[in-house]
């Protein structure tokens, strides 16, 4: 009873506190927030539940959004249950309850349960917040489930919310309860967080998945694994439940609370002081005042005393120092430094991982650690520390003394403000030393002192130091300190996440600038003046703050509003005044200089304007894209590379056709708005009747119509440049040093002119589709769409193209294109260079320009030598054996399996990365443009049997698009991908298996399943089929890979061999019309044997998935000393529709059945036909069987292959 | 250098009035501030030690305005708040040698003197290098005094000092502030009588936020000369006469209570005529049988 009513107390004395009650406001409106963004009440809002396919109201969403703001709520867990027995201590009022007669269970577990009671409340409000948001005008119907299901709200609060809050709870309460102190709570909530992020880190590698799940406390990890290859419909549709590892995660964090708990309850003891500290005071020496004093007043010594500003100003580092100094050697302080070492360590482990292979740790490498993760770390230490310095006196109870002192409110004030920063400066530092830790650990001795110290200090700090005013102006403003903290968290997320709402004009995001990455070939390029502006702008933003908050900070006990705000005109003195002047001068006139570049030198294009400019595009146009266009027959290309100056002046001659039946009248030219146009014309009479120039839309009428089979010619001269800076940085149509510039393969930003209606500015999404008014569409037009079969993927422009082009560049930089070098000069004292191809190719080019070294091969071919040319960075040797060799193996291989090679060179161009993710190789004719990012850096162990050679692999692959994309080129609709990415995986593939083994393939397609079921679950219109992939790189990529090499598993590598080489034949450089799919299937169909038939409907027809399980095996020694196993397993097809509803089909085919020995080696591995449900084999063996199972290598999409293998038992 | 403080209220945010038109004038020397807890003594210490706001009226140091010239006031203040905390990690001479350094000593060697020599006056020299969490209640106050010291003040003002302190204490601690009271304006305040009978040679007793009475304590005593009757009886005729009579204080005595009444006449059979404390002009004062003439002489 007694334990109830002190529950009850502290649950309603919580009740009347104002903290309570703004948390559970704050809550709300977060969860409202998010949903109505990603519900579609905000124009241009880019938020969602991964995929715009997940219902915002959804099992699933509902999960993610309940889990991940009460994991936000930490702090306030923090709070309300360190605080319940602490504050007892913190304001003396132990005394009564110790003294009274209460048992200490009645105590202990009564001011636990009442603060679990608060928090069940206060976390209530998420439930809150998004059932009032799914009710807000504006949310799009589409986007949530009509009638949901209370379980959808229930289950992740009882999942996740609620055990969260238990064992959180019990470990804050029971750390505060013990220690007296909120120190351990600060340390273990900085601790729970790392663990969160170091989780969310391990998960890029899949095969720690399992690891993730468990040691994030959050729970958040283990649902996204449990969920991990949840198809759209069953996010949409299916509660989350208790399962799996997700179980086991709550179960291990519940446990370690519950332990907590009980050893806390152990160790409690309801005394005034603890033993340690009764020891401490016994120390001490007391002593007591003279019964006489010793000497007067008027014999101290007579001290100079100089209150003068600048006295006080010269102790201004002192002070700051001291505080400073006082936290850093704060056990807490130390405990929390020593979890951002983890953190890095962690996430070093992993640094670069692709296909579980590492990269290098380049400088720049390691540093994108704090450019990510070690960002919200650093976030959180201002957040907090704000906190503390400036309830330090007040926390102590000294502010009495120090507040009456005469030094001058500006000096604690300033001293404060620079302690935060020398703390945050002190965590830059720790990061140096273990980037710098681990590169040496690696083994990699490049270091990078000044790029260290120019990203951290000049990037990185000063970003931090804009973070610190902002949280001491929030702590100053809330005036508690608790809810200050919270507060401070919550505006720098929402800050940060502005421009997901909608709102993305850096002018008001504060602190914000444009994103700058570090490249080996390009340094910090052209982008770095814009950031350096936008830190100018915020940091005399943040001076005005400074002032400010300067005139609002506490001093004494007035902490109403009123007195505050009298007490600011003595505050404001000539000197605050001119500051601020100061500040706001800087403010505005940088502000200006920044309109100037983001809005007036450059058009600024927020996204909802973006979008509204696509759908009026696709309104006002689209009826015309069936009007006939030219196509390109011819390109002769001069183009002039300017590095230095970021620009680049193409002009050209473009040959043009009429291949269609109808004379063409109207000519619909393409470019963009930035083009300079010194010269357009056309070889015929040509008048522009109408242009758009934002819509890229100029329409030209011809003076006589081109008739069928007419030609013309197209003279064009552009030139490009980026023209200060834009609101997400520099342009970056030409870098300074490995230039990669888009003639065309990017169509939406193509430099050279274009013709007809262009598909590729049409909005995609269809959720912004329906909020403009347009009708859902598909990627990629129907597979048996006709027009579009006389398209080809590659480009709309043109066929096959002559192609010729010169490059100039300067002197000291390497011009270079698709084609031969026909003659290498220098001109004007820079260096130019003819290229020519000696064969029709698809229109698709590159120019690049950098300064390269360059690595020579040749490859002795069948048909003659081919040259192999690698033009990389300095310093990025790292993997160009294995590239060369990649590139001879795949020549060798292609030639002989499929046919020969067009060409007589191969050239690789390193170029630069200029975003963080997404580095990219792409095959153009006889060239290949290869990312930095991406194998350049690769740090292979041939070793480690987990490594994946893929700069070896990525090069093999590009060069089978020479064959699969180049040789044969699809037609533009639905499957194209499906014979260029897939038969290029597939290729590329092979190669791999040849050189390291079929053990290594079934790594790498471990990794390819994990992506493609992940990749279901994030479909944003509808999962199709192979037959019909239509730019979806789970399906042409992984699936493909895996479904052609299991195929070829099947029917044999020669049979393969024997449809595509018929297949290319058939299509060799032709078109239109261009081959589908079907064409690649028919021959498929055509050297697959009767009993693999199912395979090819299975595959590549339908969605398949299937589940195959190993349920026992017993094995009993012969007399001959073999092994008899009998194996049980069962067996399951699934049929999936494109929103990943399924249904059984039945199963009948042949699968791998095979048993183990210790090693892992196979006793005995066949193909045994299987069917629905249970199936029985025996199998003889030779050895010791120890394991056996159905599909043991995982061949089959099956999304638990753990179930595979049994342990076989031996009778 | 004086102190007038002129018609001030405070009222705070849930309603509180803590200072209703407080008007007092404090001379050079020891000036008591007596008053039951909650009078709004503390509030109107931290006002002077510009802590605080008042809502209206003026309070002036010699030529300063307290209210608006905080920074003044600062610089001539020695404060010891009635309760406060210090750093548990940092050593007495250091803290000191810290506020030392707020209060405007700049030089690093003087100031180190100064903070040794109050150190050794508050007899805390000994223990100066010792953590100050590990200090008494009373070891905490001594350092609090010395604090309040630094820098020369002109005003220096105690809040309930002798609170925590032992008897033998209490009184070496008065000896102290005795010392320093020479050509400074010190207020104390304090509910224990004594304390100011002591050491004052002005008080003022102030209750609900109100001045009910200033004076020099020896004048307000004869004041009440002939005045206070006393009686022992036993408990419950005390309590009847506490509702006839204007009763200043009842004390037990050995299993007695003894009755103190205040009387132009004598209150009643039994009543003696007594000689007065300062005591007696304290309760009487705070239970109303006291007009307040020396406050408007004040």
Redesign the interface.
Same mark, same amino acid.
């Given at each position: 009873m007694t334990l109830l009513a002190i529950a009850w107390f502290d649950f309603s004395s919580r009740l009347r506190a104002v903290s309570t009650w703004v948390y559970f406001v704050l809550f709300a409106f977060l969860a409202g927030l998010w949903m109505a963004a990603a519900g579609g009440v905000f124009a241009g809002a880019s938020v969602s539940f991964g995929g715009d396919k997940v219902l915002i109201n959804g099992p699933y969403a509902l999960a993610v959004c309940i889990a991940f703001l009460g994991f936000a709520g930490v702090t306030v867990i923090g709070s309300v249950a360190g605080r319940a027995v602490q504050q007892d201590f913190e304001y003396g009022t132990y005394h009564f309850f110790f003294s009274a007669p209460i048992a200490k269970r009645d105590y202990f577990f009564g001011r636990l349960l009442g603060a679990w009671l608060t928090l069940t409340l206060v976390f209530l409000s998420i439930v809150l917040g998004v059932v009032i948001a799914v009710h807000l005008p504006g949310i799009d119907s589409a986007r949530i489930v009509a009638a949901p299901s209370w379980q959808s709200f229930l289950r992740p609060y009882l999942f996740l919310l609620l055990p969260n809050m238990l064992w959180l709870g019990g470990c804050f309460f029971v750390l505060a309860a013990l220690t007296r102190q909120m120190t351990g709570v600060f340390v273990a909530g900085v601790l729970v967080l790392v663990g969160y992020i170091f989780a969310v880190n391990l998960l890029g590698d899949m095969d720690n998945k399992l690891l993730a799940a468990m040691v994030d406390p959050s729970g958040v990890t283990a649902l996204d694994v449990l969920a991990r290859y949840w198809t759209v419909a069953q996010k949409n549709g299916e509660e989350i439940a208790l399962a799996g590892v997700f179980l086991w995660n709550r179960a291990l964090w519940m446990g370690l609370g519950l332990l907590v708990v009980v050893v806390g309850y152990a160790m409690f003891r309801m005394q005034a002081v603890t033993a340690g500290r009764t020891r401490r005071r016994a120390a001490m020496v007391e002593s007591s005042l003279p019964v006489e004093p010793t000497r007067t007043l008027a014999a101290l010594p007579a001290a100079t005393i100089d209150r003068s500003a600048g006295a006080y100003a010269r102790m201004l580092p002192g002070l700051a120092r001291l505080y400073c100094s006082e936290i850093l050697r704060s056990p807490r302080f130390l405990a929390i430094v020593l979890a951002g070492v983890l953190l890095v360590l962690g996430n070093a482990a992993t640094l670069g991982s692709l296909y579980g292979t590492n990269t290098w740790p380049l400088t720049y490498k390691v540093l994108d650690i704090v450019g990510g993760t070690f960002n919200l770390f650093v976030l959180i230490v201002t957040a907090i520390y704000a906190g503390e310095l400036i309830w330090r006196e007040r926390d102590t109870r000294i502010d009495d003394i120090t507040d009456s002192m005469p030094a001058p409110t500006w000096l604690g004030f300033l001293a404060k403000v620079l302690a935060l920063f020398g703390l945050q400066t002190a965590l830059m530092l720790v990061v140096l030393l273990c980037s710098i830790s681990v590169q040496l650990a690696k083994g990699y001795t490049r270091i990078e002192l000044p790029l260290y110290l120019f990203e951290l200090f000049v990037i990185h700090l000063p970003g931090f130091f804009l973070l610190a005013v902002f949280a001491l102006t929030v702590h100053t403003l809330i005036n508690n300190k608790y809810l200050g903290h919270f507060v401070a968290l919550l505006l720098f997320i929402v800050v940060s996440r502005m421009a997901d709402f909608g709102y993305e004009d850096r002018l008001y995001r504060f602190a914000s600038r444009p994103n700058l990455v570090y490249s080996d070939l390009n340094g910090y390029g052209h982008f770095l003046p814009a950031v350096f502006w936008f830190r100018l702008y915020w940091g005399a933003f943040a001076g005005l703050l400074l002032v400010f908050t300067y005139a609002l900070w506490v001093r004494g006990r007035d902490s109403g509003w009123r007195p505050r705000l009298r007490a600011v005109v003595g505050r404001m003195t000539p000197v605050a005044w001119s500051l601020a002047g100061v500040a706001g001068v800087v403010f505005v006139a940088t502000g200006s200089f920044i309109y100037y570049n983001t809005h007036v030198l450059n058009p600024y294009v927020s996204r909802k304007e973006g979008q509204q400019l696509r759908a009026d595009y696709e309104r006002k146009y689209k009826a015309l894209s069936g009007v006939p266009q030219p196509k390109v027959t011819a390109v002769d290309l001069r183009t002039d590379v300017f590095p230095e100056q970021n620009r680049v002046r193409i002009a050209g001659t473009l040959s043009l056709a009429n291949k269609s039946t109808q004379p063409i009248k109207d000519i619909y030219l393409h470019y963009p708005p930035t083009a300079q146009a010194h010269a357009l014309e056309f070889s015929v009479p040509a008048r522009l009747v109408e242009e758009t120039p934002a819509m890229h839309w100029h329409h030209y009428a011809l003076g006589t119509p081109l008739p069928p089979g007419g030609v013309a010619t197209l003279r064009f001269d552009f030139e490009y440049g980026a023209k200060g800076f834009r609101n997400d940085g520099a342009d970056p149509v030409v870098l300074g040093n490995g230039a990669l510039i888009n003639t065309g393969f990017t169509p939406e930003t193509a430099l050279v002119p274009s013709f007809g209606y262009n598909p590729a500015a049409e909005l995609t999404s269809d959720n912004d589709r329906r909020k403009h008014g347009l009708a859902p569409r598909s990627r990629m037009p129907d597979l048996d769409d006709p027009a579009e079969q006389r398209q080809s993927a590659l480009t709309r422009d043109a066929d096959f193209i002559d192609y010729r082009a010169t490059v100039c560049t300067s002197a000291d930089q390497f011009p270079v294109t698709s084609g031969y070098v026909k003659r290498d000069w220098t001109e004007n004292g820079r260096r130019c260079i003819s290229y020519a191809m000696d064969t029709p190719m698809a229109a698709i080019y590159p120019v690049l320009s950098g300064r390269y070294a360059h690595r020579r091969d040749v490859w002795k071919g069948p048909n003659g030598d081919v040259a192999i040319e690698i033009d990389y960075h300095p310093g990025h040797e790292f993997n160009l054996d294995r590239m060369v060799a990649g590139a001879k193996d795949s020549l060798a291989y292609f030639t002989a399996h499929y046919g020969p090679y067009q060409h007589k060179l191969l050239r690789i161009i390193e170029f630069p990365r200029f975003r963080r993710s997404g580095g990219f190789a792409a095959s153009f004719p006889n060239t290949v443009p290869f990312n930095e990012a991406i194998g350049f850096t690769a740090k292979v162990d041939d070793r480690d049997p987990k490594d994946i050679d893929y700069p070896y692999f990525v090069t093999a692959h590009e060069v089978a698009h020479q064959w699969w994309a180049h040789q044969e080129t699809p037609a533009n609709v639905q499957g194209a991908e499906f014979i260029t990415e897939s038969l290029a995986e597939y290729s590329a593939l092979m190669v791999l298996k040849q050189k390291y083994g079929d053990a290594k393939m079934r790594r790498f397609l471990k990794h390819e399943l994990d992506r493609y079921l992940m990749g279901r679950g994030l479909e944003q219109k509808g999962e199709q089929p192979l037959l019909r992939a239509d730019g979806a790189a789970y399906i042409h990529y992984q699936k493909g890979a895996l479904t052609l090499y299991a195929l070829q598993d099947a029917i044999g590598e020669a049979a393969m061999d024997d449809a595509l080489s018929a297949f290319l034949k058939r299509w060799h450089f032709k078109g239109p019309p261009y081959p589908t799919s079907r064409d690649l299937l028919a021959e498929l169909k055509r050297v697959t044997p009767a009993e693999h038939q199912g395979l090819i409907e299975d595959f590549f027809e339908t969605i398949t998935l299937y589940d195959s399980r190993a349920v026992s095996a017993q094995a009993r020694k012969r007399p001959d000393g073999r092994h008899d196993v009998d194996l049980v397993v069962t067996a399951r097809k699934i049929r999936a529709d494109s929103t990943g509803k399924e249904a059984d089909a039945p199963l009948s085919m042949q699968m791998d059945i095979g048993v183990q020995d210790a090693k892992g080696n196979f006793l005995v591995l066949e193909k045994r036909a299987v069917k629905t449900g249970e199936n029985r084999f025996t199998l003889v063996v030779d050895g010791v069987p120890v394991r056996a199972g159905v599909d043991p290598l995982h061949k089959l999409i099956d999304r638990d292959a753990g179930d595979n293998v049994v342990k076989v038992e031996v009778l | 250098m004086q102190l007038s403080i002129r018609d001030l209220s405070k009222r705070y945010?849930n309603g509180v009035q803590a200072l209703a038109n407080v008007s007092l004038t404090v001379q050079p020397g020891m000036f008591g501030l007596l008053g039951p807890n909650g009078a709004g003594k503390s509030t109107l210490m &931290?006002t002077l030690?510009?802590?605080?706001?008042a809502n209206s009226g003026t309070a002036t140091l010699g030529d300063i305005d307290v209210l &608006?010239q %905080? $920074?003044r006031v !600062?610089?001539l /203040?020695g404060?010891? %708040?009635q *309760? +406060? #905390?210090?750093?548990p990690r940092v050593s007495a001479v250091d803290l000191l040698d810290? /506020?030392? !350094?707020?209060? $405007?000593?700049? *030089?690093a060697k %003087? &100031?180190r003197?100064?903070v040794d020599? /109050?150190l050794? !006056?508050?007899?805390?020299f =000994?223990?100066r290098k010792?953590k100050l #969490? $590990? +200090?008494?209640g #009373?070891?905490r106050q !001594?350092f #609090?005094i010395a604090?309040a /010291?630094l $820098? =020369?003040p002109k005003l220096v003002i105690v809040d309930e000092p002798t609170a925590g302190l032992d008897p033998?204490?209490r009184? &070496?601690?008065h000896?102290?502030l005795a010392?320093?009271a020479a050509d400074v304006v010190v207020i104390l305040s304090t509910h224990i009588v004594s304390d100011v009978e002591d050491l004052c040679g002005q008080l003022a007793v102030i209750d609900k936020g109100r001045v009910l009475l200033t004076g020099k304590p020896g004048e307000l005593v004869a004041s009440l000369d002939q005045h206070i009757w006393r009686k022992v009886v036993d408990k419950s005729e005390a309590e009847a006469l506490k509702a006839q009579l204007r009763v200043v204080s009842t004390r037990l005595q050995a299993g007695r209570t003894v009755v103190r009444a205040y009387g132009e006449s004598c209150p009643g059979a039994g009543f003696e005529v007594t000689v007065p404390d300062l005591e007696d002009v304290y309760f009487s004062t705070i239970a109303g049988h006291l007009a307040a003439p020396a406050a408007q002489a004040a």
């Open positions: - | 945010a &931290r030690a510009t802590l605080q706001s &608006r %905080p $920074g !600062r610089a /203040l404060y010891l %708040p *309760d +406060f #905390g210090v750093y810290h /506020l030392a !350094r707020l209060k $405007g000593l700049v *030089d %003087p &100031r003197e100064t020599a /109050l050794q !006056r508050v007899n805390l =000994d223990v010792q #969490g $590990g +200090f008494s #009373g070891m !001594r #609090g604090q /010291l $820098g =020369d033998e204490e009184v &070496r601690f000896n102290l010392d320093i």
